[in-house]
C-alpha cells in the first residue's frame, strides 16, 4: 500500500542504526530508546498523514489504479430496483466508491450532461428522461474502471449488449438502458467536475487494497 513501504523500510533503516550505536553507554541508550520510539511513531503518524492528503487530481490519474469514472444509474434504473444490483457489480468488482448522491437533475443539468449529443434527433426524449427523477451519480476508481466499466454496463443497445453485463441482463430498449458510464479518460474528468465538487470526493483505502492489487 502507498507509503507502508516507506515507513517499513524506514523503521528498518532505523532499528540497524539503533542496534549499531549499541556499545553507548545505558542512560544514553536509554535516552535513544526513547527518542527512537517518538522518532517511528513521528514518522509513522507523519506518512499516515500524508496518505491521507495523498493529493489525486478531481477528475483522477488515468493509467493508475487511482483512474476515476463517472457512473450514473438511470431514473429507469432506479424506477426498477436495480441501484443496489449495479453498486454490488462495481464494489464485487473491486472498484473503490470515492462519490455517491442522490440527484434529480433539472433539464439543464442534463442537457448539460449530455451536451455532445445536442444534434441528435433523440436528444429532447434522453434530457426529459434522464431530468424525470432520481439518478445515482457516482464516481468509482481504480485501475481501468474507465473501460473496464464499459464493458461492464454493455453496449449502448441493450439488444447488442453481452449477457452478463449489467444493460445485456437488464435492459431492452436504447432509450431505457439503465446506466451511464464515460467513455473515456476526457470525459471522466469532465463529467466527474460536472456533477462533483471536490469536497464530495472521497480519498481513503480500502482494507483490503492489497488483496486487490499487487502493487499501489
Ligand atoms: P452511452 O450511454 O453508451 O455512452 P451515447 O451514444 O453516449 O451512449 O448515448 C447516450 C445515451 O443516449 C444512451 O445511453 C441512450 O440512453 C441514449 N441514446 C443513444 N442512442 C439513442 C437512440 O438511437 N435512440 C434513443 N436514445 C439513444
Ligand atoms: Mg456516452
Not at 85 to 92: Q, T, V
Not at 151 to 167: C, E, F, K
Not at 170 to 192: F, L
Request: proline fraction near 6%.
Amino acid at each position: 500500500m502507498f507509503g507502508r513501504g516507506f515507513v517499513r523500510a524506514a523503521r528498518s533503516k532505523f532499528v540497524k542504526g539503533f542496534a549499531s550505536s549499541a556499545r553507548a553507554p545505558a542512560v544514553r541508550r536509554i535516552g535513544a530508546l526513547g527518542l527512537a520510539a517518538g522518532l517511528t511513531l513521528a514518522m509513522t503518524s507523519t506518512v499516515a498523514l500524508t496518505e491521507g492528503k495523498k493529493t489525486i487530481p478531481h477528475g483522477g490519474l488515468p493509467g493508475t489504479p487511482y483512474e476515476r469514472s463517472f457512473i450514473a444509474i438511470k431514473p429507469d434504473g432506479i424506477q426498477r430496483g436495480l441501484i443496489g444490483e449495479i453498486i454490488a457489480r462495481f464494489e464485487k468488482k473491486g472498484f473503490k466508491l470515492v462519490a455517491l448522491k442522490l440527484i434529480t437533475p433539472t433539464p439543464e443539468i442534463a442537457a448539460g450532461h449530455y451536451d455532445d449529443l445536442k444534434d441528435k434527433p433523440f436528444f429532447g426524449g434522453l434530457v426529459n428522461f434522464f431530468s424525470s427523477g432520481p439518478v445515482v451519480a457516482m464516481v468509482w476508481e481504480g485501475s481501468n474502471v474507465i473501460k473496464t466499466g464499459r464493458q461492464m454496463l454493455g453496449a449502448t443497445n441493450p439488444a447488442a449488449s453481452m449477457p452478463g453485463t449489467i444493460r445485456g441482463d437488464y435492459a431492452i430498449d436504447v432509450g431505457r438502458n439503465v446506466c451511464h458510464g464515460s467513455d473515456g479518460p476526457e470525459s471522466a474528468a469532465k463529467e466527474i467536475g460536472f456533477w462533483f465538487s471536490p469536497s464530495e470526493l472521497y480519498n481513503w483505502t480500502p482494507a483490503d487494497a492489497t488483496w486487490k492489487y499487487e502493487k499501489l
